[in-house]
Nanobody
Framework: QARLVESGGGSVQAGGSLKLSCAAS???????LTWFRQAPGKEREGVAV??????TYTDSVKGRFTISNDNAKDILYLEMNSLKFEDTAIYYC????????????????????WGQGTQVTVSS
């Protein structure tokens, strides 16, 4: 049974920083490790993905967010800097064990396992 648990969310003022963590267990073949987010009234969107040496970010967070992982501890991180009000959302980590996920990084149906989410709230 694959399982993901996010932590590190909270409330910050605009311009502040947060670092999210995602502890993974029970997975078999994590081809893609990705952070998604969902704001109120909006669809879930991909934020950042790491697969081997490759990292990819959605345009709205480039230069502000950094994704990384600790393979020894099976932890995925998302460092968020210069936070904006529009970054307010529930953030989810997800794993895809489907070989084709490298061509579908930010497409939720390609992901097999999801965490419960952690709330990030940014005040103007």
């Amino acid at each position: 049974q694959a399982r993901l648990v996010e932590s590190g969310g909270g409330s910050v003022q605009a311009g502040g920083s947060l670092k999210l963590s995602c502890a993974a267990s029970g997975y078999m073949y994590p081809y893609c490790l990705t952070w998604f987010r969902q704001a109120p009234g909006k669809e879930r969107e991909g934020v950042a993905v790491i697969r081997g040496a490759t990292t990819t970010y959605t345009d709205s967070v480039k230069g502000r967010f950094t994704i990384s992982n600790d393979n020894a501890k099976d932890i995925l991180y998302l460092e968020m800097n210069s936070l904006k009000f529009e970054d307010t959302a529930i953030y989810y980590c997800a794993i895809s064990q489907q070989p084709g996920c490298h061509s579908h990084f930010f497409e939720p149906p390609w992901y097999d396992t999801w965490g419960q989410g952690t709330q990030v709230t940014v005040s103007s």
